[in-house]
Nanobody
Framework: QVQLVESGGGLVQAGGSLRLSCAAS????????MGWFRQAPGKEREFVAA????????YYANSVKGRFSISRDNAKNTVYLRMNSLKPEDTAVYYC?????????????????WGQGTQVTVSS
């Protein structure tokens, strides 16, 4: 079992920045690819960003490319999502997910463990 705990969400004005963190309990964190997803009210959970086991490969949704950055620190069992130039449409609950594979995936059904989510609200 892997427990994931997100933090760093909050209320920010449009154009502002936030950094989300996700701490994992996995003994072998580097065995897991990690992803960030988000879900706005009344909408499906959607892919935001993903990173492979080493941090050498990253992927982003088109809607966040150039504004968001995913990274990981395997020594700290933590994955991060840096969010810049935030827009009101980025408002959602953001979830961290772990996939028992060294390769990341954009498909939420490929992930094995999920955090409880952290709310991000961007005001206009």
């Amino acid at each position: 079992q892997v427990q994931l705990v997100e933090s760093g969400g909050g209320l920010v004005q449009a154009g502002g920045s936030l950094r989300l963190s996700c701490a994992a309990s996995a003994r072998t964190f580097s065995s897991y690819a990690m992803g960030w997803f988000r879900q706005a009210p009344g909408k499906e959970r959607e892919f935001v960003a993903a990173i492979n086991w080493s941090g050498g490969s990253t992927y982003y949704a088109n809607s966040v490319k150039g504004r968001f950055s995913i990274s990981r620190d395997n020594a700290k069992n933590t994955v991060y999502l840096r969010m810049n130039s935030l827009k009101p449409e980025d408002t959602a609950v953001y979830y961290c997910a772990a996939r028992y594979s060294r390769s990341s995936d954009l498909n939420k059904y490929e992930y094995d463990y999920w955090g409880q989510g952290t709310q991000v609200t961007v005001s206009s």
